[in-house]
T-cell receptor, first 113, second 114 residues
Framework: AQSVTQPDIHITVSEGASLELRCNYS??????LFWYVQSPGQGLQLLLK??????LVQGIKGFEAEFKRSQSSFNLRKPSVHWSDAAEYFC???????????FGAGTRLAVHP | GAGVSQSPSNKVTEKGKDVELRCDPI?????LYWYRQSLGQGLEFLIY????????KSGLPSDRFSAERTGGSVSTLTIQRTQQEDSAVYLC????????????FGPGTRLTVT
């Protein structure tokens, strides 16, 4: 079955530190992968996407993600975290056969000053 | 341009009442989705509309849930005889092309059933 796993429920980092959020997927074909961010009381904002081609993709707000087929991973990274990055982050894979996004459980990021 | 809008932003209703949630997708987007976000279940797909095709209702949790999309644009999600377990945030998303690879989400409607 198609699934997305985000192993870390909560992560706390200091402002200015680097960040990596993990995402593993299970999908039979070439995946279409996404990262979304959700601030409290807000909807989901698309950070970046991977469809094909270069496995390192750049997104908004200084985020990037790397697709590694051999590891079935699509980890999100940022070199220097800002306090405004505190939010919940969701990894998702598009299931073409079922016409929907399948989401991970999310990782809540806290940023210490 | 304008993003996906949803109304109301918050809805409190009594158990057993019917509710209607509205979604206005991004102009020109042909695909429209409804998802539900709740503490215990995370983000769950509910229903998908694509153009004039029959909707994919495979994610609707019960026959109390229904949705329609008029004129290929605005969509309404209706929950009849609401139950406390229906309390959640209902998110609408639209996508510019068939398959809906990238979906743009609205701010959601927070439904509380008392």
């Amino acid at each position: 079955a198609q699934s997305v796993t985000q192993p870390d429920i909560h992560i706390t980092v200091s402002e200015g530190a680097s960040l990596e959020l993990r995402c593993n997927y299970s999908y039979g074909a070439t995946p279409y992968l996404f990262w979304y961010v959700q601030s409290p009381g807000q909807g989901l904002q698309l950070l970046l996407k991977y469809f094909s081609g270069d496995t390192l993709v750049q997104g908004i707000k200084g985020f990037e993600a790397e697709f590694k087929r051999s590891q079935s991973s699509f980890n999100l990274r940022k070199p220097s975290v800002h306090w405004s990055d505190a939010a919940e982050y969701f990894c998702a894979v598009f299931s073409g056969g079922y016409n929907k996004l399948i989401f991970g459980a999310g990782t809540r990021l806290a940023v210490h000053p | 341009g304008a993003g996906v809008s949803q109304s109301p932003s918050n809805k409190v209703t009594e158990k057993g009442k019917d509710v209607e949630l509205r979604c206005d997708p991004i102009s020109g987007h042909t695909a429209l989705y409804w998802y539900r976000q709740s503490l215990g279940q995370g983000l769950e797909f509910l229903i998908y509309f694509q153009g004039n095709s029959a909707p994919d209702k495979s994610g609707l949790p019960s026959d109390r849930f229904s949705a329609e999309r008029t004129g290929g644009s605005v969509s309404t999600l209706t929950i009849q005889r609401t139950q406390q377990e229906d309390s959640a945030v209902y998110l609408c998303a639209s996508s510019p092309r068939t398959g809906g690879y990238e979906q743009y989400f609205g701010p959601g409607t927070r439904l509380t059933v008392t």
